[in-house]
């Protein structure tokens, strides 16, 4: 079983930075593939990046590359996911996921934990 808690969620105008944490008690977390993932008002939860365990490779929307970056600190057990040149359309609560099996990192299905999500709200 594992844990995860987000912070780091808030207001920022356009154009700003901020970085999103995900903390993970519970059974160690460095054997799982980590993803990041959004809902917005009236939409469904989409895919944002992910990092596999394995290899230490990333994967981002293209909606976020070269602006957001997911990276893993294992000694922290954390998961953090630095955004910059945020913008209004970015607005949305960011949940972290922990996924303990391979598979399709960008489908919230792979998924088998999932945090509480934290907002994020982008002003312009």
């Known amino acids: 079983q594992v844990q995860l808690v987000e912070s780091g969620g808030g207001l920022v105008q356009a154009g700003g930075s901020l970085r999103l944490s995900c903390a993970a008690s519970?059974?160690?977390?460095?054997?799982?593939?980590m993803g990041w993932f959004r809902q917005a008002p009236g939409k469904e939860r989409e895919f944002v990046a992910a990092?596999?365990?394995?290899?230490?490779?990333?994967y981002h929307a293209d909606s976020v590359k070269d602006r957001f970056t997911i990276s893993r600190d294992s000694v922290k057990n954390t998961v953090y996911l630095q955004m910059n040149s945020l913008k209004p359309e970015d607005t949305a609560v960011y949940y972290c996921?922990?996924?303990?099996?391979?598979?399709?990192?960008?489908?919230?299905?792979?998924?088998?934990?999932w945090g509480q999500g934290t907002l994020l709200t982008v002003s312009s």
């Open positions: 990092e596999l365990w394995s290899s230490g490779l990333t």
């Open positions: 996921a922990a996924a303990s099996r391979p598979g399709i990192v960008t489908a919230a299905r792979s998924y088998d934990y």
């Open positions: 519970g059974r160690t977390f460095a054997s799982y593939d």
